[in-house]
């Protein structure tokens, strides 16, 4: 199997990399991804060398590069996971997500369709579905009703895969999976930018009261979901991933502080979100009992461990904060291109 993973250079990507040729020997992986600021070649740098890796610099809504790559690899598959995925930055800078999480997956979907792929793994979220009241969770047929630009574009993207399935007969799954946590999460998203912030003794800033809930699982089981509905997934099918795991955002917080041993005083209420969704909470029973998943990790156990990672990588955070990692791909690849 020749798999074209887009996305592989950031945070579910990288996890998802590491465990294809881990756990699948006669796979070759070849990852796709521009290095915006959320993709840091750093974090696939120990797979450099291997055989069955390659890493190719380059935008998912060039479809001349995409379809040149495809062939020239002889891809087989398609792992769709390339996108903005930051609600902030969709509500400062809306442009962006329309492009990469739109345009480019229709890019993507067409080159698939004209090389014919036998899988196409869209990868998507829990966020196309909107917020939930205190009570109910999301079901694979609850209606899509995304709140930011981001949930948005996600949804957009969802549609036009599954529009590919019907009308092309294109072999698309549609994943859609709750907030993930665990090593290499660039840290603007809450659980490392919470951890960088409170070994610094920065505040840490809670939007609103800090209830909104998140239903949280760690990324090494979204990425073994990935892999069960890439191999196991019917065409044309959603499956959602959640570890029914929901804590509000307070919750985290105070988990991380007391991990850190920092003080509570650290929380500072800030602004909210503008159309912050208020709570998430997946029913994963169809991915269970349809391709047999299920997930590994604990919340609170997993947590902990998550938290002692981002404090034993220190300097791969700093350098992202600094925005040193920028430029080692430079360091890495410049003299060779
Ligand atoms: P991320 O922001 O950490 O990584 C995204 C990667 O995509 C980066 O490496 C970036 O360089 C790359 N990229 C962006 N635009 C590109 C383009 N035009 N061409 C090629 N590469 C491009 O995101 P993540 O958290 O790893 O999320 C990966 C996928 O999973 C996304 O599709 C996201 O919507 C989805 N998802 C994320 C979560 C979550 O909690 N993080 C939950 C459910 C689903
Ligand atoms: P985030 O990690 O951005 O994921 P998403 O918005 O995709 O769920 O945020 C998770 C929750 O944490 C969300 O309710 C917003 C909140 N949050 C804060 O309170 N402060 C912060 O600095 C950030 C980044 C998020």
């Known amino acids: 199997m020749n798999v074209l993973l887009t996305g592989g250079a950031g945070f579910i990507g990288s996890n998802l990399v590491r465990l294809l040729l881990l756990e699948r020997s006669d796979w070759r992986v070849v990852v796709l991804d521009k290095l915006t ?77 004209e090389v014919g792929v036998k899988r196409f793994l869209h990868v998507s979220t829990d966020e196309v579905y909107g917020s939930l009241g205190a009570t109910g969770v999301f079901t694979e047929t609850t209606p899509l009703d995304p709140s930011s630009p981001y949930s948005a574009s996600k949804a957009s993207s969802d549609l036009l895969a599954l529009a590919y399935a019907r009308t092309f007969g294109l072999p698309v799954v549609v994943t859609r999976c709750s907030n993930n946590y665990g090593p290499y999460q660039f840290p603007e998203k809450l659980i490392p930018l919470m951890i960088a912030n409170a070994l610094r003794d920065r505040p840490l800033p809670v939007y609103g009261d800090g209830l909104n809930v998140r239903d949280w699982i760690h990324v090494e089981d979204h990425a073994r979901g990935l892999l069960a509905a890439f191999e196991r997934g019917e065409d044309g099918q959603v499956y959602n991933f959640g570890a029914s795991s929901e804590r509000t955002n307070l919750e985290i917080v105070k988990q991380v502080l007391r991990h850190l041993g920092k003080p509570e005083s650290l929380v500072a209420y800030v602004k909210d979100r503008l159309g912050h969704d208020r709570r998430y909470a997946i029913d994963a029973t169809k991915a269970r009992t349809k391709l047999g998943w299920a997930p590994r990790h604990r919340f609170e156990d997993a947590l902990g461990e998550t938290v002692r990672w981002y404090v034993e990588h220190r300097p791969w955070w700093e350098r992202i904060i600094s925005g040193e990692y920028l430029r080692y791909y430079e360091r890495q690849y410049g003299a060779r291109s």
């Open 37 to 113: 600021y959320a993709g840091n070649a750093e974090n696939l740098a120990d797979l450099e060398g291997s055989p069955r890796y390659r890493f190719v610099r380059g935008d998912i809504c060039n479809g001349e590069l995409v379809a040149e790559l495809c062939r020239r690899e002889g891809i087989d598959a398609v792992m769709h996971l390339a996108a903005e995925s930051h609600v902030d930055r969709s509500i400062l800078a809306p442009s962006v997500f329309i492009d990469t999480n739109v345009r480019g997956t229709q890019v993507l979907l067409e080159v698939a369709r």
